[in-house]
């Protein structure tokens, strides 16, 4: 075993622990308890999940901010007011900043490739989607605000793009974080 397959040991067994991590840190599908994973192809399927969601996120996030790009030369843009240029502003550099961090594992994998650092590198490509994804959900709901109050003015625009972010909470933050929380009390009841 090597030094980067011992380091992936523990430093998946302490996150279990103390029930943090990346949240790519999950059991091997099918896999029974006779069938342990060495560290080296848990960092391995942990790389493989990262470069799925890395590609299904990549694509959502570069459609639309290419779409936001492409608003400031509609003709409509000129008729938006203080507030829309500022959210519209506010939006694009979300869309930016989502972008970044979800491309930043594809530029980290290349200048890593070779270093035995793949242990780190799963660490941080999970970090930098966990950030990404947090900035896509505000990218999505500040280009939801942006649509309905130009479409519905008022009050009705804010609390609809409002309960979008919230359902978005729901779906993308709470609902991953109760489902670990039951996995970690059923851990330790059973052990």
């Known amino acids: 075993m090597t030094m980067t397959d011992q380091r992936v040991g523990v430093t998946h067994e302490s996150a279990r622990e103390n029930g943090a991590g990346c949240a790519c840190d999950t059991g091997r599908p099918g896999a029974g308890a006779d069938e342990p994973e060495t560290p080296r192809e848990r960092v391995n399927r942990r790389w493989n999940e990262v470069l799925q969601e890395t590609r299904v996120t990549q694509t959502g996030v570069q459609i639309l901010f290419g779409f936001l790009l492409s608003v400031a030369f509609t003709p409509v843009f000129g008729e938006l007011g203080t507030a829309d240029r500022t959210i519209y502003v506010a939006t694009v550099v979300l869309g ?11 530029s980290l994998h290349r ?13 941080a490509a999970c970090r930098l989607m966990r950030c990404g994804m947090v900035l896509l959900a505000l990218t ?4 939801l605000l942006l649509i309905l109050r130009f479409v519905i003015p008022g009050v009705l625009a804010e609390a609809l793009a409002g309960g979008v972010m919230l359902w978005f909470g729901l779906c993308w933050y709470i609902l991953p974080f109760r489902l670990r929380r039951r996995a970690a009390r059923r851990a330790a009841d059973a052990g």
Not at 96 to 106: D, F, Q
Not at 111 to 123: A, H, I, Y
Request: hydrophobic share 45%.
């Open 96 to 106: 930016a900043s989502a972008t970044g961090a979800l491309i930043a594992p594809v």
């Open 140 to 143: 999505i709901g500040c280009t």
């Open 111 to 123: 200048f890593l490739t070779g270093q035995r650092m793949k242990d780190e590198l799963v660490e």
